[in-house]
Protein backbone atom coordinates (compact mmCIF):
# COMPACT_ATOMS: atom_id res chain seq x y z
CA UNK A 1 0.00 0.00 0.00
CA UNK A 2 1.34 3.40 -1.01
CA UNK A 3 1.69 5.34 1.95
CA UNK A 4 0.47 8.93 1.36
CA UNK A 5 3.50 11.74 1.10
CA UNK A 6 3.54 15.45 1.96
CA UNK A 7 4.38 17.23 -0.85
CA UNK A 8 5.64 20.55 0.37
CA UNK A 9 5.47 22.43 -2.80
CA UNK A 10 3.03 21.89 -5.48
CA UNK A 11 3.44 24.36 -8.76
CA UNK A 12 0.63 25.21 -11.14
CA UNK A 13 2.17 27.11 -14.19
CA UNK A 14 -0.86 28.83 -16.16
CA UNK A 15 -0.60 29.77 -20.04
CA UNK A 16 -2.88 31.29 -22.12
CA UNK A 17 -2.67 27.85 -24.21
CA UNK A 18 -1.92 24.98 -21.75
CA UNK A 19 -1.67 24.24 -18.13
CA UNK A 20 0.74 21.92 -16.48
CA UNK A 21 1.91 20.53 -13.48
CA UNK A 22 5.87 21.71 -13.22
CA UNK A 23 8.44 22.17 -10.42
CA UNK A 24 10.67 23.60 -13.17
CA UNK A 25 9.32 27.32 -13.03
CA UNK A 26 11.55 30.32 -12.51
CA UNK A 27 11.41 33.47 -11.41
CA UNK A 28 11.56 36.05 -14.42
CA UNK A 29 11.27 40.20 -13.72
CA UNK A 30 11.21 40.41 -18.09
CA UNK A 31 8.28 43.13 -18.25
CA UNK A 32 5.18 42.45 -20.24
CA UNK A 33 4.77 44.31 -23.29
CA UNK A 34 1.62 44.99 -25.11
CA UNK A 35 2.61 42.65 -28.00
CA UNK A 36 2.31 40.02 -25.85
CA UNK A 37 -0.86 40.68 -25.18
CA UNK A 38 -2.55 41.86 -28.36
CA UNK A 39 -1.12 38.52 -30.29
CA UNK A 40 -2.03 36.42 -27.38
CA UNK A 41 -5.84 37.77 -26.44
CA UNK A 42 -6.00 38.09 -30.24
CA UNK A 43 -7.99 35.13 -30.91
CA UNK A 44 -10.00 35.76 -27.64
CA UNK A 45 -11.65 39.30 -28.25
CA UNK A 46 -11.41 42.43 -30.20
CA UNK A 47 -9.12 45.17 -30.19
CA UNK A 48 -10.37 48.65 -30.45
CA UNK A 49 -8.80 52.00 -30.68
CA UNK A 50 -10.82 54.12 -28.10
CA UNK A 51 -10.26 57.83 -27.61
CA UNK A 52 -9.77 57.83 -23.87
CA UNK A 53 -7.69 55.27 -23.78
CA UNK A 54 -5.61 53.91 -26.65
CA UNK A 55 -6.01 50.46 -27.45
CA UNK A 56 -8.74 48.65 -25.32
CA UNK A 57 -10.03 44.60 -25.87
CA UNK A 58 -13.09 43.76 -25.92
CA UNK A 59 -13.67 39.74 -25.18
CA UNK A 60 -15.94 37.48 -26.53
CA UNK A 61 -18.14 36.60 -23.99
CA UNK A 62 -21.73 36.62 -23.03
CA UNK A 63 -23.96 39.73 -22.46
CA UNK A 64 -24.16 38.24 -18.69
CA UNK A 65 -20.18 38.33 -18.11
CA UNK A 66 -18.29 40.40 -15.52
CA UNK A 67 -14.96 40.47 -14.71
CA UNK A 68 -14.34 38.98 -11.53
CA UNK A 69 -17.49 37.70 -11.46
CA UNK A 70 -18.09 34.98 -14.40
CA UNK A 71 -16.37 31.83 -14.50
CA UNK A 72 -13.80 31.92 -11.65
CA UNK A 73 -13.45 32.08 -7.83
CA UNK A 74 -10.66 33.90 -5.20
CA UNK A 75 -7.79 31.89 -3.35
CA UNK A 76 -6.13 33.29 -0.60
CA UNK A 77 -1.84 34.31 -1.68
CA UNK A 78 0.60 35.96 0.05
CA UNK A 79 -0.33 39.33 -1.74
CA UNK A 80 -4.02 39.29 -1.14
CA UNK A 81 -6.72 37.59 -2.37
CA UNK A 82 -6.40 36.45 -5.98
CA UNK A 83 -8.60 35.84 -8.75
CA UNK A 84 -8.54 32.39 -10.79
CA UNK A 85 -10.30 32.43 -13.93
CA UNK A 86 -11.29 29.71 -15.87
CA UNK A 87 -11.05 31.69 -19.52
CA UNK A 88 -7.96 30.77 -21.27
CA UNK A 89 -7.27 34.73 -21.38
CA UNK A 90 -7.54 35.33 -17.87
CA UNK A 91 -3.50 35.39 -16.78
CA UNK A 92 -3.57 38.79 -18.05
CA UNK A 93 -6.67 40.61 -17.95
CA UNK A 94 -7.39 39.87 -13.98
CA UNK A 95 -3.83 39.95 -13.40
CA UNK A 96 -3.00 43.08 -15.39
CA UNK A 97 -4.64 46.24 -16.19
CA UNK A 98 -8.61 47.45 -15.96
CA UNK A 99 -11.35 46.97 -16.88
CA UNK A 100 -13.94 49.78 -18.19
CA UNK A 101 -17.47 49.70 -18.92
CA UNK A 102 -19.94 52.06 -21.19
CA UNK A 103 -23.13 50.75 -22.49
CA UNK A 104 -22.45 51.23 -26.20
CA UNK A 105 -19.28 48.62 -25.78
CA UNK A 106 -20.11 46.64 -22.89
CA UNK A 107 -16.51 45.56 -20.16
CA UNK A 108 -13.73 46.65 -21.98
CA UNK A 109 -10.28 45.68 -20.50
CA UNK A 110 -7.58 48.42 -20.95
CA UNK A 111 -3.59 46.82 -20.91
CA UNK A 112 -1.29 47.72 -17.73
CA UNK A 113 1.91 46.07 -17.25
CA UNK A 114 2.02 45.73 -13.39
CA UNK A 115 0.92 42.20 -12.78
CA UNK A 116 -1.21 41.90 -8.98
CA UNK A 117 -3.28 39.34 -7.40
CA UNK A 118 -6.10 40.77 -8.56
CA UNK A 119 -7.31 44.63 -9.49
CA UNK A 120 -10.30 45.15 -7.50
CA UNK A 121 -12.08 47.62 -4.50
CA UNK A 122 -13.20 45.62 -1.14
CA UNK A 123 -16.34 45.93 0.72
CA UNK A 124 -17.24 44.70 4.23
CA UNK A 125 -20.36 44.55 6.48
CA UNK A 126 -23.53 43.42 7.59
CA UNK A 127 -22.45 39.99 7.26
CA UNK A 128 -21.23 40.60 3.53
CA UNK A 129 -17.57 40.52 1.19
CA UNK A 130 -18.22 42.90 -1.67
CA UNK A 131 -15.69 43.78 -4.30
CA UNK A 132 -15.44 45.71 -7.81
CA UNK A 133 -13.31 45.87 -10.67
CA UNK A 134 -10.85 49.50 -10.23
CA UNK A 135 -11.88 51.36 -13.57
CA UNK A 136 -9.05 52.86 -15.78
CA UNK A 137 -7.29 55.89 -14.52
CA UNK A 138 -7.98 54.72 -11.07
CA UNK A 139 -6.06 54.66 -7.52
CA UNK A 140 -6.41 51.59 -4.82
CA UNK A 141 -8.29 53.94 -2.51
CA UNK A 142 -11.77 53.66 -2.94
CA UNK A 143 -13.47 56.86 -1.79
CA UNK A 144 -16.76 54.74 -0.31
CA UNK A 145 -19.34 56.82 2.03
CA UNK A 146 -22.10 54.39 1.93
CA UNK A 147 -23.32 56.03 -1.32
CA UNK A 148 -25.09 53.86 -3.90
CA UNK A 149 -24.91 54.77 -7.82
CA UNK A 150 -27.40 51.84 -9.44
CA UNK A 151 -26.20 53.27 -12.77
CA UNK A 152 -22.56 52.14 -11.77
CA UNK A 153 -23.11 49.28 -10.15
CA UNK A 154 -20.47 46.67 -10.65
CA UNK A 155 -20.24 45.21 -7.65
CA UNK A 156 -20.42 41.41 -6.64
CA UNK A 157 -21.54 40.76 -3.02
CA UNK A 158 -21.90 37.21 -1.18
CA UNK A 159 -22.47 36.14 2.79
CA UNK A 160 -19.08 35.76 5.02
CA UNK A 161 -19.81 32.19 4.79
CA UNK A 162 -19.60 31.79 0.95
CA UNK A 163 -16.44 33.90 0.36
CA UNK A 164 -13.88 31.42 -0.89
CA UNK A 165 -16.08 29.35 -2.13
CA UNK A 166 -15.16 27.72 -5.51
CA UNK A 167 -18.75 28.15 -7.21
CA UNK A 168 -18.86 31.12 -5.57
CA UNK A 169 -21.20 32.38 -8.73
CA UNK A 170 -24.26 30.39 -7.60
CA UNK A 171 -24.17 32.81 -4.11
CA UNK A 172 -24.09 36.50 -5.29
CA UNK A 173 -26.70 38.57 -3.95
CA UNK A 174 -29.26 40.26 -6.28
CA UNK A 175 -28.41 43.38 -7.52
CA UNK A 176 -31.56 44.58 -5.80
CA UNK A 177 -30.25 44.04 -2.40
CA UNK A 178 -27.14 45.86 -2.94
CA UNK A 179 -27.85 49.15 -2.16
CA UNK A 180 -28.99 47.90 1.61
CA UNK A 181 -25.29 46.26 2.24
CA UNK A 182 -23.17 49.30 0.49
CA UNK A 183 -24.92 51.89 3.30
CA UNK A 184 -23.55 49.51 5.87
CA UNK A 185 -20.46 48.56 4.74
CA UNK A 186 -16.59 49.53 5.18
CA UNK A 187 -13.73 49.58 3.02
CA UNK A 188 -11.36 46.72 3.55
CA UNK A 189 -8.34 49.08 3.06
CA UNK A 190 -5.63 46.42 4.02
CA UNK A 191 -3.01 46.49 1.10
CA UNK A 192 -0.02 44.89 0.31
CA UNK A 193 3.46 46.02 -0.80
CA UNK A 194 5.52 44.11 -3.33
CA UNK A 195 8.73 45.30 -2.53
CA UNK A 196 10.31 43.51 -5.44
CA UNK A 197 8.25 44.77 -7.64
CA UNK A 198 7.53 48.00 -6.24
CA UNK A 199 3.82 47.64 -6.40
CA UNK A 200 0.58 48.27 -4.24
CA UNK A 201 -2.18 45.66 -3.83
CA UNK A 202 -5.38 45.53 -2.18
CA UNK A 203 -5.13 42.05 -0.15
CA UNK A 204 -8.94 41.95 0.89
CA UNK A 205 -10.51 40.41 4.05
CA UNK A 206 -7.89 39.49 6.59
CA UNK A 207 -7.39 35.78 7.31
CA UNK A 208 -8.45 36.10 10.65
CA UNK A 209 -11.55 37.62 9.16
CA UNK A 210 -12.12 35.35 6.70
CA UNK A 211 -11.65 31.72 8.58
CA UNK A 212 -13.98 33.61 11.41
CA UNK A 213 -16.89 33.37 9.27
CA UNK A 214 -16.58 30.21 6.99
CA UNK A 215 -19.32 27.65 6.93
CA UNK A 216 -15.72 25.35 6.35
CA UNK A 217 -12.24 25.59 7.41
CA UNK A 218 -10.27 27.48 4.97
CA UNK A 219 -7.76 24.97 3.66
CA UNK A 220 -6.50 26.31 0.08
CA UNK A 221 -3.84 28.70 0.98
CA UNK A 222 -1.31 29.10 -2.16
CA UNK A 223 1.83 30.46 -2.16
CA UNK A 224 2.68 32.91 -5.91
CA UNK A 225 6.60 31.62 -6.18
CA UNK A 226 7.36 32.03 -9.59
CA UNK A 227 5.40 34.30 -12.25
CA UNK A 228 6.98 34.97 -15.36
CA UNK A 229 8.05 35.45 -18.79
CA UNK A 230 8.28 32.00 -20.97
CA UNK A 231 11.61 33.62 -23.09
CA UNK A 232 10.45 30.51 -25.60
CA UNK A 233 6.77 31.20 -25.86
CA UNK A 234 6.21 34.82 -24.74
CA UNK A 235 3.60 33.86 -22.53
CA UNK A 236 3.54 34.71 -18.92
CA UNK A 237 3.33 31.96 -16.15
CA UNK A 238 1.82 31.84 -12.95
CA UNK A 239 3.04 28.91 -10.35
CA UNK A 240 0.69 28.82 -6.98
CA UNK A 241 1.95 26.85 -4.37
CA UNK A 242 -0.13 24.68 -1.85
CA UNK A 243 2.41 23.74 0.94
CA UNK A 244 -0.47 21.97 2.50
CA UNK A 245 -1.78 19.06 0.24
CA UNK A 246 -0.87 15.43 0.61
CA UNK A 247 -0.07 13.64 -2.77
CA UNK A 248 -3.47 11.71 -2.19
CA UNK A 249 -5.32 15.62 -1.70
CA UNK A 250 -3.47 16.70 -4.91
CA UNK A 251 -5.01 13.79 -7.13
CA UNK A 252 -8.53 14.51 -5.35
CA UNK A 253 -8.39 18.02 -6.19
CA UNK A 254 -7.14 18.29 -9.36
CA UNK A 255 -10.58 17.37 -11.42
CA UNK A 256 -11.92 21.15 -9.68
CA UNK A 257 -9.70 23.21 -10.43
CA UNK A 258 -11.58 25.69 -11.99
CA UNK A 259 -8.60 26.83 -14.03
CA UNK A 260 -7.41 23.69 -14.96
CA UNK A 261 -10.72 22.01 -16.16
CA UNK A 262 -10.82 23.71 -19.67
CA UNK A 263 -7.79 23.11 -20.78
CA UNK A 264 -6.28 19.95 -19.43
Known amino acids: ?42 SYGQWVDYPDYGYIWIPYVRETFAPYSTNGYWVLTQYGWSWISDYNWGWAAFHYGRWGFNNALGWFWV ?22 PIGPGMGLNYPHGGRYDRHHDHWCFVRERDFGRRNIY ?73 LRLTETEIQERQPHLGLLKEMM
Not at 2 to 8: A, D, R, S
Not at 209 to 238: C, E, W
Open 111 to 132: PGYEWGPSWVYWLHGNGYYGWS
Open 1 to 42: MKTNTTIFALIFVFTTSCATLSRDTYYDDTPVSYQVFYDQLG
Open 170 to 242: RYYVDQSGHEKIMRTSTVIDRTYTDRKRNTTYNYGPTESLFKGHRAQPLTDILSVKAIGLDRKSGIMNYAFTD
